[in-house]
């Protein structure tokens, strides 16, 4: 690239103050409408055909730009936002949080080192502590905001392997075992095939219990228990909600002095509820502890962050070297460094949106949406209990209902997905549940995240049902 280019790339002109000004409109009016559009997804070809080619040599404007996204890109795009949006793990980030959002991008800050980052990773940590207050955890727990869970518990597992090898030279060589139930996030099964790690899973969709692990463990052979460096349990299943035996699983593990992750990156925001905390005794007995703010701590994505017991050794085990990064080491640049602690050397401040909107409202109006996404699970358990034609698979827990329509097949499902999506009604997808026989069937399922969500809304799906 020219200097000439250069310049006029970042050259400052009315065309750019007016697009940042359209641009602001289209943010405003998207924070503040009432009734937003669930969007539904085009083929590629359909897209390709509607919007043409955008990448060209001249460029063709920000505003042609800017309506192509307005007009075609955004409605083929679901907004995970949207009150009737009950699939998956969907995301409700707070007005405030979204606005700083925008603040992060353009204040252009790395926040991988304290020399460069440090106001904001500040902002961050004060977040942090807020979080590590959340889990009860000792004294000197602290943590770091990553690019969501799947980095986190990344970010965990390399930990635990690491000091499992430091403590033993004869594990160097060992393929090392992790173990957890099959009710995991895919996550934890995808980390132990990045670190080259073998996984066993105890046949458990419900809650994984003290008695469960120790039964696994007796029957270990000496050379496979050798190989065990890290349990990992779930604060919150994605399927399901469910909260696996914290309490008992931390016993165990600090008997046999076995690293105990927590994958709580669902169920991590209900910590702050008075109605909940108590499904998570043990968590403060975690080695590590993975929470998803951009789930249901209102963040926009991505914002996931992982919590240590003991930060050194995430720090010894994260740390990366280089000739041009030792300046950031240096005294004079002393501070909390975040790419010390997890995989990621290059990071935005993506902690700094939920530190706006928890230090704009307050950590009580916090609670009270997390409440809310707990109440609307249970009116939705009572209503469809209620309901002849309906039942419920298992009882709501956390935010998280699963329910079926009686005599429906799983193409049933299928269809009702697509029907209401493509009306642009609601995203309600189907799941498998194990029944007691072992077999696998299809139902409903309801996660709700987003405090805007009503009883009428429910009521609203439920019909489509009929």
């Known amino acids: 690239m020219t200097q000439n280019s250069q310049n006029s790339l970042h050259e400052i002109d009315i065309n750019l103050i007016e697009m940042t000004l359209d641009i602001m409109k ?15 997804f085009k083929s590629e070809e359909d897209l390709a055909a509607m919007v043409g080619k955008t990448i060209t040599k001249e460029g063709i404007g920000g505003e042609k730009a800017l309506n192509i996204w307005k007009e075609i890109l955004a409605p083929a795009s679901t907004a995970i936002d949207h009150p009737r949006h009950l699939a998956f793990v969907p995301a409700a980030p707070s007005r405030a949080a979204i606005m700083f959002d925008l603040v992060a991008s353009a204040s252009s800050i790395h926040g991988a080192y304290w020399m460069e980052g440090a106001g904001g990773i500040f902002a961050e940590n004060q977040a942090m502590q807020w979080l590590v207050s959340l889990t009860g955890m000792p004294n000197g727990a602290f943590g770091v905001f990553t690019s969501g869970g799947t ?16 403590h033993n030279p ?19 099964k995808a980390m132990a095939q990045v670190t080259d790690a073998e996984i066993m899973l105890i046949d458990t969709e419900e809650s994984l219990t003290e008695a469960d692990l120790r039964k696994t463990l007796s029957k270990m052979q000496p050379e496979t228990r050798s190989r065990l460096f890290a349990i990992v349990a779930t604060g919150g299943t994605t399927n399901a909600g469910i909260i696996d035996d914290l309490a008992g699983i931390a016993q ?26 108590h499904l998570f005794n043990g968590i403060e007995r975690a080695d590590s502890v993975t929470i998803d703010p951009h789930k249901w701590l209102f963040s926009p994505y991505d914002c996931g962050a992982v919590i240590y017991k003991n930060p050194e050794l995430a720090k010894q085990a994260h740390t990366q070297e280089g000739s ?28 700094l949106p939920l530190w706006f909107s928890l230090a704009m409202h307050g950590t009580e109006k916090y609670k009270k949406a997390v409440e809310r996404g707990i109440e609307l699970a249970q009116i939705a358990g009572t209503k469809i209990s209620r309901n002849e034609k309906l039942e419920l698979v298992r009882e709501p827990s956390l935010s998280c209902v699963l329910f079926r329509r009686k005599n429906w097949e ?9 029907k209401n999506h493509k009306e642009g009604f609601a995203l309600v997808t189907p799941t498998k549940w194990r029944k007691k026989d072992g ?3 299809t139902c ?3 996660c709700f995240i987003n405090p805007d969500t009503t009883p009428d809304d429910i009521d609203a799906i439920l019909a489509t049902m009929e």
């Open 26 to 40: 289209y943010v405003i009016s998207r924070i503040t409408e009432k009734n937003p559009k669930l969007g539904y």
């Open 170 to 188: 004869q594990n160097q060589n060992k393929k090392g075992l992790v173990l957890t139930s099959i009710g995991a996030h895919s996550s934890i």
């Open 444 to 446: 409903a399922r309801f």
């Open 252 to 277: 165990v593990c600090a008997e046999q002095k076995i690293w105990f992750h927590i994958d709580a990156a669902y169920g991590g925001g209900a910590l702050a509820t008075d109605t909940a905390r």
């Open 324 to 351: 041009y990064l030792e300046i950031f080491k240096d005294k004079g640049a002393d501070g909390f460094n975040p790419s010390d602690y997890q995989i990621q050397l290059t990071r935005r401040v993506r902690g």
């Open 410 to 418: 799983p193409e049933d499902y299928r269809q009702w997905t697509y």
């Open 151 to 166: 980095t986190a518990n990344l970010s965990a597992i390399v930990t635990a392997r690491e000091n499992w090898r430091k």
């Open 439 to 441: 077999s696998f069937e």
